[in-house]
Structures are given as C-alpha cells and as structure tokens.
C-alpha cells in the first residue's frame, strides 16, 4: 500500500534518509524544509526513486506554516498518512554567553514547532480515523550536557517526557492511530 508522507527536516539527516527510504517504496511525498535550493535536489532524488514529490519550502517556526504545509499535502495527493517531523537546530555555548535569539530559535524549532506538527498532524488524523505521526526525541530529552542548554530545555519539554501528545490515541471510531517518537540512541 503506497501512502502519503509528509516529512518536516527533508533535507538532511534523518529527514532525507527518511524521504530516500519512503521513496524507495514509491510513497508520495511532501517535504519540506527552509533551504528551497536542498530541497530541490532531494526531490529530485526521491523522483529518481519513483516517488511522486511535492516540495514546499517552509520555516516551521513561521505563524501558519505548518497549517499550509498540510492544505498543500492535502490538495496535492488528498490525505496525509504519515508525518514525520525531523526538522530541528542546535546551539552551542555557555548558557550566558549565548544570545537570546539563538537560544529562542532552538526553543521555537525543536519544541514549539515540534507542537505546531503534532497539533496539525493529530487533528487530521482523527478525522480520517487513521494517521502515524513519529516525532523525533533525544537523550537530551532524559539527560542534561553542558553547553547545549536550548536543545536540552526543547528536548526535555517534547515526548516522550511529557507526555503529549500521548502515544497511542484513539480515533472517534474506536480505531487506534499511532503517534510514535524515535531518538537515535535508542
Ligand atoms: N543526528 C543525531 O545523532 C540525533 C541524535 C538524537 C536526536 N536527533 C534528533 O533527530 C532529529 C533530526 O536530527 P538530524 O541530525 O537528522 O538533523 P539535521 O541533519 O540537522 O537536519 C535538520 C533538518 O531540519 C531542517 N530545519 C531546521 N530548521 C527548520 C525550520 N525552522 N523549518 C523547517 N525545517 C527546518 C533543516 O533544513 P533547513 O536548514 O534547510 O531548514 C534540515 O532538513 C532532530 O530532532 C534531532 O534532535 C538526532
């Protein structure tokens, strides 16, 4: 069964890996990601692979952008069947000695936008009654490190720790989604 596969952090890591796997088994995808340049070369990889490619240029952190993120997916191909929500920045430095807007962009992608994700995402899977969302944790969501102050406060406030936006859920038809998170250390 081919499905639809939004990916949020396309271009690089974890995000692009994911898009060459989901390619490689002709899923339709919408990437997305800020730099418009790498995503053009990742669609083009993933098209090479057989998939059909919607590529938006989107900053997560933006007012709205996820939203459009998903009125694109969703008049595009007609439905999102998986999310996968990868995209994040890192910030090194004494906590003092690193300026405010850097520690707020870290704190604005890796947790507030990770929430704008999970929001848009759940809410239509429940109202297709079926959707996987998968989150990307970190160790630095369980323990602290020196220098990363941002990232271990964004991490330390997303899922699993907290607890949202719960693993399982149920759809208003009984059905279960699935909602999933994944951190390379474990
Ligand atoms: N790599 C590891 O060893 C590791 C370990 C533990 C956890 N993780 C977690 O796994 C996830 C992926 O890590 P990674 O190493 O694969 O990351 P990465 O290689 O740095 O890739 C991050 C992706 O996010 C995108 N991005 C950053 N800010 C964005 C924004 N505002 N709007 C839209 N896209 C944005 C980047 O593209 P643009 O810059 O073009 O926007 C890029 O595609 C993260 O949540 C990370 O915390 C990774």
């Not at 949020?8 to 002709?26: K, P």
């Not at 070369?41 to 098209?47: I, S, T």
């Not at 759940?122 to 969501?141: D, E, P, Y």
Request: hydrophobic share 50%.
């Amino acid at each position: 069964m081919t499905r639809t596969v939004v990916i949020t952090g396309a271009t690089s890591g974890i995000g692009r890996a994911a898009a060459q796997a989901f390619a490689g088994r002709g899923d339709r995808l919408v990437l997305a990601a800020r730099s418009p340049a790498t995503l053009a070369e990742v669609r083009e990889e993933c098209r090479a692979a057989g998939a059909p490619v919607l590529a938006e240029a989107t900053d997560v952190t933006m007012p709205d952008a996820v939203g459009g993120l998903a009125r694109a997916a969703l008049a595009a191909f007609g439905g999102i069947d998986v999310w996968v929500h990868t995209a994040a920045v890192m910030a090194y430095g004494r906590f003092d000695e690193v300026p405010e807007r850097v520690f707020e962009q870290v704190v604005r992608t890796d947790l507030l936008a990770a929430a704008a994700v999970a929001r848009v995402a759940l809410r239509h899977f429940r109202a297709a009654s079926a959707g996987t969302l998968i989150l990307t944790g970190s160790v630095h969501g369980h323990i602290t490190a020196p220098y990363l102050s941002g990232y271990v406060a964004a991490k330390w406030g997303s899922p699993p720790r907290n607890g949202w936006p719960g693993r399982w859920w149920t759809a208003p038809t009984g059905r279960a989604g699935r909602c999933r998170w994944a951190g390379s250390t474990w």
